[in-house]
């Protein structure tokens, strides 16, 4: 399956361009973690997930659910890309009062599915909705993007039970595995390793995949997509926070540091902007 609204690197460096732009005109944070998922995001929405402006109740669609809802802006930039609102109405509308374009994702957006931000929600919506479509013998396929830092939640733990226990293999988990959240490195915070035995422990299949190769994640995420083999899948990611620009790069000042007129101007540079 292949929609290729351009080729799938630039689309990936085109969200991260849009996600700096916004995150500078806006004064808003989190860039770093959208720098770190963009190149999911860009195989997810011009390669993989069957989803369309004109259709978005269609009961076939396939679903994404976008648990790290705070790094909004690369989920922001994805739908513009695709098709699903104006590039104008992002520009004006994101963290304006009354806007939909609110700084973690919001239903009321087109072609966004679940609110989310405060973490380990999403993957429990997810898991509901694709017994619902096993249950009504719909053909989509529900991916759900979650952060590592938000694997410390209990709530996706019990997801992940339900979702073993039901054969939930219409789900697919993708870890965006840049291993820094909120407050220092995953591994000081709170350790997740062995990340891919605790899913192949809880009877899920697992696959690891760099994270930034479009190539790999595109093989990787279709295959997900269309095996059906009883078990639901996890994705996980190998990623870096603030991917793409040098001084973002592996950085948890990035995490909540907005970009000044300086790095603005210097990170477009770094990512090829015409």
């Keep these: 399956m292949s929609f290729f609204v351009m080729d799938t690197a630039s689309f990936a460096n085109a969200v991260r361009l849009r996600a700096l ?49 705070h790094a909004c802006t690369a989920l922001y930039a994805s739908l513009e890309l695709r098709g699903f609102f104006d590039a104008e109405d992002l520009t004006q509308g994101f963290t304006a009062d009354g806007s939909y374009f609110t700084s973690h994702v919001n239903h009321r957006v087109p072609g966004i599915e679940l609110s989310t931000g405060s973490l380990g929600h999403a993957l429990g919506v997810a898991c509901g909705t694709a017994l619902a479509g096993l249950r009504r013998r719909l053909p989509y396929t529900v991916f759900t993007i979650v952060s590592d830092g938000e694997l410390d939640e209990g709530s996706n733990w019990e997801a992940i039970l339900f979702a073993a226990h039901q054969k939930l293999d219409n789900v697919v988990v993708v870890v965006d595995y840049n291993k820094i959240q909120s407050f220092g490195s995953v591994a000081d915070v709170m350790n997740l390793e062995p990340l891919a035995d605790k899913f192949r422990a809880f009877n899920w299949a697992v696959e690891e995949v760099d994270g930034h190769s479009i190539e790999d994640l595109s093989t990787t995420l279709l295959n997900a997509k269309t095996e059906r083999a009883g078990k639901p899948k996890c994705v996980i990611a ?8 040098s001084f973002m790069e592996e950085s948890l000042a990035w995490h909540y540091r907005s970009p000044s007129q300086t790095d603005y101007e210097n990170a477009r540079i770094e990512l090829g902007a015409k």
């Design 21 to 69: 732009e916004l995150c500078h005109l806006k004064r808003t944070s989190h860039i770093g973690g959208a720098f770190s998922v963009a190149d999911i995001l860009a195989v997810l929405y011009n390669e993989v997930l069957e989803v369309d402006p004109a259709t978005t109740q269609s009961p076939t669609r396939d679903r994404l659910f976008y648990s790290k809802g």
């Design 238 to 245: 190998h990623t870096i926070k603030g991917k793409g620009v």
